[in-house]
């Protein structure tokens, strides 16, 4: 299946792994952040270099141009060779004075060239007129010249800033901004599936589990998941979920079992008489009644026991919406109905708070069971049947209870009576499955609460459940008195 999905995906791409798409998103989310703080640094750092080296260069001309209107200079006063020469000279300025007729007079390092704009400058009367060139290529380097005149046709100063040095810090930067940027990418890279594998190694467990399960179709494997947040959670969660597949998978082989054995016994019966039938007519009347009654009675047996497992297996996956109900109300039907089937007298008690959260179907049910049982123990006796429903014995529990004066049950199957297909020795030659009291066990364990079986006082047996609460025992919910 995951073979074919693969071979599937258009343009020949394959599946990543979480681990592998959770590295490459983390690596490209550090990529596009790094890559805009690198842009975003550098343009700043750029712009404030140049903006910076632009400001020096203005200052400089500005500083030069005020201090020729303010003074009368020659092209003397700026010589490099003359003591106190008025001309600050910062780092990668250059400075070149020309004569009156635009001749060098005292040459820069390197020279600057001069054009005729910077002649015309040169022979002006106006101190501190100013030519500018931009982008000037001397000596390989780039640089900006300003020609500012001295006046009254006595020269001028050439001022040069070289900027290719600059460029090339910026592009040195840049370069380096770009080298960081990569390995901060491949270290995020690295982390990021340093990361992934960190936090997916307890996915990859449950995944193993899950695809173990899958292949083996084993549901008692354990899953080794700790940890107490969401990982750790699904990992006890898919545990318990195993659990409860294991116990129903048993739950369910055991009833096929159990149902496979019991079905034996009248269809066993059933052939038997089925192959007199073929010799019926050599049978004497009386015979023949008792065939008929065999088989009525077998395919009776049979009817009863195939809808109990019905019944057993309604009420594991019962769907029926649980309710607000009064256990009273529903013992009362279930008198009724009990009244017409067997014409016996049942009595029924019913003291405090019996409303529950429950689903009604459900309990109707398990409280028909217990009075069909009792009805069918109690036949010698024939004496009243009494059903007491009670509550609250704790907050929010109540109480079902059934009595009859029956033979009773002895001590050692007290234990057992709710148990599928389990039927006391001395109720083996009575009609029924043995799966009555197991549903009882079922509803009551599903609502909360759980069965119990007790001799009573005087003779007979109290067989009931509890709703709503933890019950009267753990699990089987067994006393005696």
Not at 48 to 58: E, H, I, N, T, Y
Not at 357 to 375: F, H, K, T, Y
């Amino acid at each position: 299946m995951r073979g074919r999905l693969r071979r599937g995906l258009p343009g020949g791409l394959r599946l990543l792994s979480l681990r592998a798409t959770f590295a490459l998103s983390f690596a490209a989310v550090t990529a596009v952040v790094t890559v805009l703080v690198g842009i975003l640094s550098y343009s700043a750092a750029a712009r404030l270099v140049r903006v910076d080296q632009q400001s020096v260069f203005a200052e400089v001309v500005q500083d030069l141009r005020d201090e020729v209107r303010q003074h009368r200079m020659t092209p003397d006063d700026f010589s490099s060779s003359a003591p106190g020469h008025d001309i600050v000279r910062p780092a990668r300025t250059d400075v070149q004075v020309l004569g009156p007729d635009g001749g060098v007079r005292d040459s820069g390092s390197p020279g600057l060239p001069v054009t005729s704009r910077d002649l015309r400058v040169a022979a002006s009367d106006t101190a501190g007129k100013m030519v500018e060139h931009k982008d000037v290529v001397v000596a390989d380097g780039v640089y900006r010249i300003a020609t500012v005149a001295l006046g009254d046709g006595r020269g001028a100063v050439q001022v040069a800033q070289e900027f290719s040095d600059t460029e090339d810090l910026l592009r040195a930067l840049q370069q380096r901004t770009l080298m960081m940027t990569v390995i901060v990418v491949t270290a995020a890279g690295l982390f990021g599936w340093w990361l992934a594998r960190r936090i997916t190694r307890r996915l990859v467990v449950l995944t193993s589990a899950a695809e173990n399960v899958a292949r083996t179709r084993q549901l008692g494997i354990e899953v080794p998941v700790a940890g107490h947040d969401e990982v750790g959670r699904l990992g006890r969660s898919f545990d318990r979920m195993l659990g409860r597949l294991a116990q129903s998978e048993e739950d369910q082989r055991r009833l096929v079992q159990d149902a496979g054995h019991e079905l034996r016994t009248p269809l066993t019966s059933l052939r038997t008489n089925i192959s007199l039938l073929r010799r019926i007519d050599e049978l004497p009347p009386a015979t023949r009644e008792e065939l008929v009654a065999d088989l009525t009675q077998e395919a009776r047996e049979l009817t009863d026991l195939v809808n109990e497992l019905v019944d057993l297996a309604a009420g594991q996956s019962d769907n029926e919406p649980p309710q607000h109900v009064d256990l009273a109300d529903i013992a009362e039907d279930v008198v009724g109905l009990a009244r017409r089937r067997t014409g016996r007298d049942i009595l029924l008690h019913v003291s405090g708070d019996t409303t529950t959260d429950g689903r009604p179907g459900m309990l109707q049910r398990a409280l028909s069971n217990l009075v069909e049982n009792a009805a069918k123990f109690d036949s010698i006796c024939a004496g009243p049947i009494e059903i007491a429903v009670s509550g609250p014995a704790r907050p929010g529990t109540v109480r079902v209870e059934v009595l009859d004066r029956g033979p009773g049950i002895e001590e050692e199957d007290l234990v057992r009576v709710f148990d599928r297909f389990y039927r006391a020795a001395d109720a083996r030659s009575l009609p029924g499955s043995g799966l009555g009291l197991s549903i009882v066990r079922e509803v009551a364990l599903a609502h909360g609460g759980a069965p119990f079986a007790r001799h009573r006082e005087g003779g007979g047996t109290v067989i009931g459940f509890t709703v709503g609460g933890a019950g009267d025992q753990a699990s089987a919910g067994v006393r005696s008195s």
